[in-house]
Each structure stands twice: as structure tokens, then as C-alpha cells.
């Protein structure tokens, strides 16, 4: 089955800085690979996401990119705030279309005011 | 929509009692899976349903039972409850909407057994 390994599991940067967090997957045939933010006590919820047929995608501060030959993908935030600080997790959908995606371990960011 | 609801919120059990974590969602998605989150281990699949009276195991469905009997419901059973079942449970719904397949997920349960 699919495998995602997520890094670092900790981020530590100061206001303003940028953040990147970077995962790879093991299944060639993936396509589908979202980002999710888990602020303290709260659900998941999705936040980017990118499709295999698409390198780059960006939404103000944030932006993923897709690295397919390499088998990686990362989140990159810009201009940090505290309240970008929370656990961010990667995941990763394998083909077929299948619902249920792999996730890798999660990044826990604190932006430092 | 209220999206994907679980009950309890807080549950406490001591060891070797049975219980029933509920989730329901009301946006007619197929797709429903229960995942637990421990420190530093992420999301961890337990069963998921592709659809009504359909159900499959994930990662760790040891200890766990789930059905399935209507779009809208897919509770979890702890069998016979055991200390490393202490975690936080997030229920999660979703379905392919415009090329995506966003989890939504409930509010999460964090039940303590001791």
C-alpha cells in the first residue's frame, strides 16, 4: 500500500519567515495529494491540495509543489503568523480514484511572534 | 448543514467495557472512515465504508467493529476496551466533488480508558 513520510516533525521559525514542509510518497500511481491544518483541539481541515497532473499551486501565503519523477510533494507558507502555528499533515491518494487517503505523520509549526 | 457530528465529546472507561463512538454526516457522502490520533503517529486509519452495508479494515482495526447501514450513520464499537485505546477518534466523510477528495471530518471524540 501507499506510504507517506513527512518531515520535519517539528518547525520552529519567527514571524515573517517561511516555512517548508515536505513529504514523498511510495506509490508511483498516486494523484491526488492534499495538505491539512490542525489547529490546537480542532479538526483537520484541508487547506491546499494538488492534483498529479499539476506542478505548482498557490493560494496567497501558501503553495504546494509536486515533484512526480522524485516522488515528493511540499508545502511552502510565506510571511508566517502565530496564527499559521498548528500541525500541518500531508496525505496522498492512490490511483483509481480512492477516497481514503494515507497520511503522513504531521508537522507540528510554531511561528514565534 | 451541520457536516459530520460525533458524540460523545469526552468519554472515560475503565478496562474490559464495551462502547459505541457515534458519527453521522448529512452531505449524502459515500466515502466514511474512523481514524485515531495519538502523539506522533498521525492519523491512523481504522475501517472505512465505500457505501451503505459495504465496510473494510485499515491500519488498525484490531479491537474495533464498525457497520454501516445507512449513508448517514457509521458508528464505531470498542469491543472490550484497553488502555491503549486511550486517543483522540476522528470520524471523517467525503466524496469526489470537482476532481477533489476533501475529508471532512467530525469534531473527534478523546476518550481516556483506564
Known amino acids: 500500500g501507499e506510504n507517506v513520510e513527512q518531515h520535519p516533525s517539528t518547525l520552529s521559525v519567527q514571524e515573517g519567515d517561511s516555512a517548508v514542509i515536505k513529504c514523498t510518497y511510495s506509490?508511483?500511481?498516486?494523484?491526488?495529494f492534499p495538505w491539512y491544518k490542525q489547529e490546537l483541539g480542532k479538526r483537520p481541515q484541508l487547506i491546499i491540495d494538488?492534483?498529479?497532473?499539476?506542478g505548482e499551486k498557490k493560494d496567497q501565503r501558501i503553495a504546494v509543489t509536486l515533484n512526480k519523477t522524485a516522488k515528493h510533494f511540499s508545502l511552502h507558507i510565506t510571511e508566517t503568523q502565530p496564527e499559521d502555528s498548528a500541525v500541518y499533515f500531508c496525505?496522498?491518494?492512490?490511483?483509481?480514484?480512492?477516497?481514503?487517503?494515507?497520511f503522513g505523520r504531521g508537522t507540528s509549526l510554531i511561528v514565534h511572534p | 448543514n451541520a457536516g459530520v457530528t460525533q458524540t460523545p465529546k469526552f468519554q472515560v472507561l475503565k478496562t474490559g467495557q464495551s462502547m459505541t463512538l457515534q458519527c453521522a454526516q448529512d452531505?449524502?457522502?459515500?466515502?466514511m472512515s474512523w481514524y485515531r490520533q495519538d502523539p506522533g503517529m498521525g492519523l491512523r486509519l481504522i475501517h472505512y465504508?465505500?457505501?451503505?452495508?459495504?465496510?473494510d479494515q485499515g491500519e488498525v482495526p484490531n479491537g474495533y467493529n464498525v457497520s454501516r447501514s445507512t449513508t448517514e450513520d457509521f458508528p464505531l464499537r470498542l469491543l472490550s476496551a484497553a488502555p491503549s485505546q486511550t486517543s483522540v477518534y476522528f470520524c471523517?466523510?467525503?466524496?469526489?466533488?470537482?476532481?477533489?477528495?476533501?475529508?471532512?471530518f467530525g469534531p473527534g471524540t478523546r476518550l481516556t480508558v483506564t
Open positions: 471523517a466523510s467525503s466524496s469526489e466533488e470537482r476532481g477533489t477528495y476533501e475529508q471532512y
Open positions: 506509490d508511483s500511481a498516486s494523484n491526488y
Open positions: 494538488i492534483r498529479s497532473n499539476v
Open positions: 496525505a496522498a491518494h492512490a490511483s483509481g480514484g480512492s477516497y481514503i487517503p494515507t
Open positions: 452531505m449524502n457522502h459515500e466515502y
Open positions: 465504508s465505500v457505501g451503505a452495508g459495504i465496510t
